[in-house]
């Protein structure tokens, strides 16, 4: 237990420099913050939002820009930046021409691996990457809780490692390691698991559209189908889950829905083919069709593009 207390102490009296202070810097400085992690600087080049997110913390010190103090002052750099700004930061950083050697590095990269650190003075196994699997849609201005019970995946050497486990621990959280060469994988699952998800509740506002639904949303109305599916599939499994005309060979219902979008909703017609191969498979797969059933279906789709 001393042990342990011994960690958590060392870990938190580290001086930290978090480096954007945008939808991802902000939600994790108000949890680190919160859980007692020590911030020493904020910089944002949007100043008047950063003051804004800190002004609780009365010991941070905002600023600008990235300067030679701010770094050398700091034990632990994290970079919650978009990755098209990330390489350009660094490339700023390795400029001060620092031996950074001593200090931990950290960037909040889906895609990027600790790799992208290799232009500056560091020690490889203080290098890492820290990915929450969350979404972001806002700016946090206060501690919303929003890291709490979720995964993160984090990447880098040994030192960087055991830093990061502590900081999941301490915010509730849990992790996962992504080997350096699965980044990009698992980065695209990122997204099918989240933006695809916006997009695919997007094309289902495009079909609802055109029904009368007496001011009531697509979305509203097909809540507790959509809540219900996904029960399903957490608590039985994908395959399990998956029911329709798909599921039970209904080739002339699909037939209808294909000659509708063709002639009245060419914008969906790709998508329903897209998603009706992978449901085709799915489905053969349950062993809900046979395989003649399969291919008849998947024939029918393709027939539409």
């Known amino acids: 237990m001393k042990n342990n207390l011994g960690i958590q102490n060392k870990y938190r009296k580290k001086k930290i420099c978090l480096i954007g202070v945008g939808k991802v810097g902000s939600a994790l400085y108000h949890s680190m913050n919160s859980s007692?992690?020590?911030?020493?600087y904020a910089v944002d080049?949007?100043?008047g939002r950063l003051k804004r997110i800190i002004s609780s913390n009365k010991k941070i010190i905002p600023a600008k820009k990235?300067?030679?103090?701010?770094?050398?002052?700091?034990?632990?750099?994290?970079?919650?930046?978009?990755?098209?700004?990330?390489?350009?930061?660094?490339?700023?950083?390795?400029?001060?021409?620092?031996?950074?050697?001593?200090?931990?590095?950290?960037?909040?990269?889906?895609?990027?691996?600790?790799?992208?650190?290799?232009?500056?003075?560091?020690?490889?196994?203080?290098a890492g990457s820290f990915h929450p699997l969350q979404t972001f849609n806002t700016i946090s201005y206060k501690n919303n809780n929003i890291l709490i019970n979720i995964y993160f995946g984090i990447e880098g050497g040994n030192n960087a490692l055991k830093y990061l486990k502590e900081i999941c621990r301490v915010l509730k959280s849990k992790y996962i390691i992504i080997p350096e060469d699965k980044k990009i994988l698992y980065h695209s699952a990122c997204v099918t698991a989240s933006n695809f998800l916006v997009s695919h509740f997007s094309m289902l506002s495009k079909i609802t559209d055109g029904i009368s639904l007496k001011n009531k949303s697509g979305i509203e109305i097909f809540k507790p189908i959509i809540l219900t599916t996904l029960n399903n599939i957490f608590n039985q499994g994908i395959k399990e889950s998956l029911t329709g005309p798909f599921?039970?060979?209904?080739?002339?219902?699909?037939?209808?829905?294909?000659?509708?979008?063709?002639?009245?909703?060419p914008s969906v017609l790709y998508y329903y083919i897209l998603i009706g191969i992978e449901t085709v498979k799915l489905s053969f797969k349950k062993k809900s069709i046979t395989k003649s059933e399969a291919v008849e279906i998947e024939k029918l789709l393709l027939k539409y593009i």
């Open 36 to 40: 007692g992690f020590d911030f020493k």
């Open 66 to 126: 990235i300067s030679k103090n701010i770094l050398s002052e700091s034990d632990i750099i994290i970079f919650a930046i978009q990755e098209k700004k990330l390489k350009d930061t660094i490339r700023e950083c390795r400029q001060l021409n620092l031996d950074l050697s001593g200090k931990m590095v950290f960037h909040t990269s889906g895609i990027e691996t600790s790799q992208l650190f290799g232009s500056l003075k560091i020690n490889k196994k203080n």
């Open 45 to 47: 080049s949007n100043t």
């Open 247 to 265: 599921e039970r060979g209904d080739i002339g219902t699909i037939k209808l829905h294909l000659k509708y979008f063709k002639e009245n909703l």
